[in-house]
């Protein structure tokens, strides 16, 4: 089986210049007509494929589902799997998992979970196959064509405000592991610049020396110590039970902060106008060529790195600009932008981090209504109360078949 992650697509930069016609671009941004109707839908969009809160549920969902299986509880992954439309979904790494049409917001699945009734998943089991030792009889009966399977049926309860509160309590670890790895991320990210101007002064040495590498393409720009930094610190090895997928949120949480940091700096060009233009477009293109390779759907452990090293790797070039006259593109200034941003973004996600526990509040109180009335209490306030983070009304839902992370 493969996962069924939708062809997840993430934001290509628009062009500085006007829309022609009705052509539709995946990435509208805030410094166009804010005025237009689609322009904001779309930037909306846009919020949420990078939204850290968003990808928090995304991994607390693969991390409930992963305890689940170990548990050897298949039939509420296959319940959680039909809600949905996952397939296979815990292996997925990846950071648009989820489908933000129909799950909006970071509580809009929990939501929906939470609205469903209860459940009784029926299964049928065949005698005597639980292992141990058969008896004479049931072997004598499997010899006989003639008579059928005897089957026992096991009924297994679906509880979705029991699922939702679990699934909260793996998304309150995380969101404090996430604090934690934040700052390590924010630490690694200021490590990079002082690698990398290392390695070149140590090649420039070289160079004056005469004694030339015979590697002219050297493998490492930069030493990539995240994850060492992450082993070796205090907090990690204070972690009696980590959650499931523990090393793989971290590489993921840095892919995110990766992206969002390029979409925030591709703004910083455009607001900058006319000094940053010839920039915008040069980094527009790069990144729109590398997207599928380094962001969207299924990807390898260290792709983050990977995108830095990348824009590390690339010599300057002449753009021209439309006037005619040229200019100076440095990636090196590029990625020194980036890094820049990443590091201010990564406490901004520590804050939010920070706060998770409190988020949740409006969504467990729905919750314990829920069981109030289950359990045969009227609570004082039993109303409809959403969270204020919920899923759209169901007329603008659009069909689970979409693609995740289409943008319009």
């Given at each position: 089986?493969?996962?069924?992650?939708?062809?997840?697509?993430?934001?290509?930069?628009?062009?500085?210049?006007?829309?022609?016609?009705?052509?539709?671009?995946?990435?509208?941004?805030?410094?166009?007509?804010?005025?237009?109707?689609?322009?904001?839908?779309?930037?909306?969009?846009?919020?949420?494929?990078?939204?850290?809160?968003?990808?928090?549920?995304?991994?607390?969902?693969?991390?409930?589902?992963?305890?689940?299986?170990?548990?050897?509880?298949?039939?509420?992954?296959?319940?959680?799997?039909?809600?949905?439309?996952?397939?296979?979904?815990?292996?997925?790494?990846?950071?648009?998992?989820?489908?933000?049409?129909?799950?909006?917001?970071?509580?809009s699945v929990l939501t929906e979970i939470l609205e469903q009734?209860?459940?009784?998943?029926?299964?049928?089991?065949?005698?005597?196959?639980?292992?141990?030792?058969?008896?004479?009889?049931?072997?004598?009966?499997?010899?006989?064509?003639?008579?059928?399977?005897?089957?026992?049926?096991?009924?297994?309860?679906?509880?979705?405000?029991?699922?939702?509160?679990?699934?909260?309590?793996?998304?309150?670890?995380?969101?404090?592991?996430?604090?934690?790895?934040?700052?390590?991320?924010?630490?690694?990210?200021?490590?990079?610049?002082?690698?990398?101007?290392?390695?070149?002064?140590?090649?420039?040495?070289?160079?004056?020396?005469?004694?030339?590498?015979?590697?002219?393409?050297?493998?490492?720009?930069?030493?990539?110590?995240?994850?060492?930094?992450?082993?070796?610190?205090?907090?990690?090895?204070?972690?009696?039970?980590?959650?499931?997928?523990?090393?793989?949120n971290f590489d993921l949480l840095a892919l995110l902060l990766?992206?969002?940091?390029?979409?925030?700096?591709?703004?910083?060009?455009?607001?900058?106008?006319?000094?940053?233009?010839?920039?915008?477009?040069?980094?527009?293109?790069?990144?729109?060529?590398?997207?599928?390779?380094?962001?969207?759907?299924?990807?390898?452990?260290?792709?983050?790195?990977?995108?830095?090293?990348?824009?590390?790797?690339?010599?300057?070039?002449?753009?021209?600009?439309?006037?005619?006259?040229?200019?100076?593109?440095?990636?090196?200034?590029?990625?020194?932008?980036?890094?820049?941003?990443?590091?201010?973004?990564?406490?901004?996600?520590?804050?939010?981090?920070?706060?998770?526990?409190?988020?949740?509040?409006?969504?467990?109180?729905?919750?314990?209504?829920?069981?109030?009335?289950?359990?045969?209490?009227?609570?004082?306030?039993?109303?409809?109360?959403?969270?204020?983070?919920?899923?759209?009304?169901?007329?603008?839902?659009?069909?689970?078949?979409?693609?995740?992370?289409?943008?319009?």
């Amino acid at each position: 089986m493969t996962l069924c992650h939708f062809g997840v697509s993430a934001f290509l930069p628009v062009p500085f210049s006007s829309v022609a016609g009705d052509r539709f671009h995946p990435l509208y941004v805030s410094w166009w007509d804010k005025d237009d109707e689609s322009h904001r839908a779309a930037m909306q969009n846009n919020i949420m494929r990078t939204d850290v809160r968003n990808f928090l549920t995304q991994r607390s969902l693969q991390s409930f589902i992963n305890l689940c299986i170990e548990c050897r509880d298949p039939h509420t992954v296959e319940w959680l799997a039909i809600l949905g439309g996952w397939e296979n979904f815990e292996n997925f790494h990846g950071t648009g998992g989820l489908n933000t049409t129909i799950f909006p917001t970071w509580s809009s699945v929990l939501t929906e979970i939470l609205e469903q009734p209860e459940d009784v998943i029926v299964v049928k089991v065949a005698k005597n196959t639980g292992g141990g030792s058969i008896p004479d009889s049931a072997k004598k009966r499997r010899k006989n064509p003639y008579l059928e399977d005897q089957f026992i049926e096991i009924n297994v309860d679906i509880d979705p405000a029991s699922l939702v509160n679990r699934i909260l309590s793996v998304r309150e670890q995380i969101a404090n592991e996430w604090v934690h790895d934040l700052d390590t991320l924010k630490m690694s990210n200021d490590m990079v610049l002082k690698s990398y101007n290392k390695k070149i002064e140590v090649e420039s040495k070289k160079e004056n020396q005469d004694e030339k590498s015979t590697n002219n393409n050297p493998q490492i720009v930069f030493e990539r110590d995240a994850i060492a930094l992450l082993r070796g610190s205090v907090g990690f090895a204070d972690e009696a039970d980590p959650s499931p997928l523990r090393h793989a949120n971290f590489d993921l949480l840095a892919l995110l902060l990766t992206q969002e940091s390029i979409h925030r700096v591709l703004r910083d060009y455009v607001d900058a106008g006319k000094e940053r233009e010839v920039s915008f477009r040069w980094f527009r293109d790069y990144y729109t060529e590398r997207v599928s390779k380094f962001f969207d759907g299924e990807q390898e452990f260290g792709r983050a790195d990977d995108f830095l090293e990348e824009i590390l790797r690339t010599p300057p070039s002449i753009k021209a600009e439309k006037g005619g006259a040229m200019c100076l593109v440095d990636p090196l200034r590029v990625a020194e932008d980036i890094l820049a941003v990443r590091s201010e973004i990564a406490m901004d996600w520590k804050a939010m981090m920070e706060e998770v526990k409190e988020d949740h509040i409006d969504i467990r109180r729905l919750l314990l209504n829920k069981q109030m009335i289950k359990w045969g209490h009227k609570p004082e306030e039993v109303a409809e109360t959403k969270s204020k983070a919920d899923v759209k009304p169901k007329e603008e839902v659009k069909s689970k078949d979409e693609v995740i992370g289409e943008f319009q």
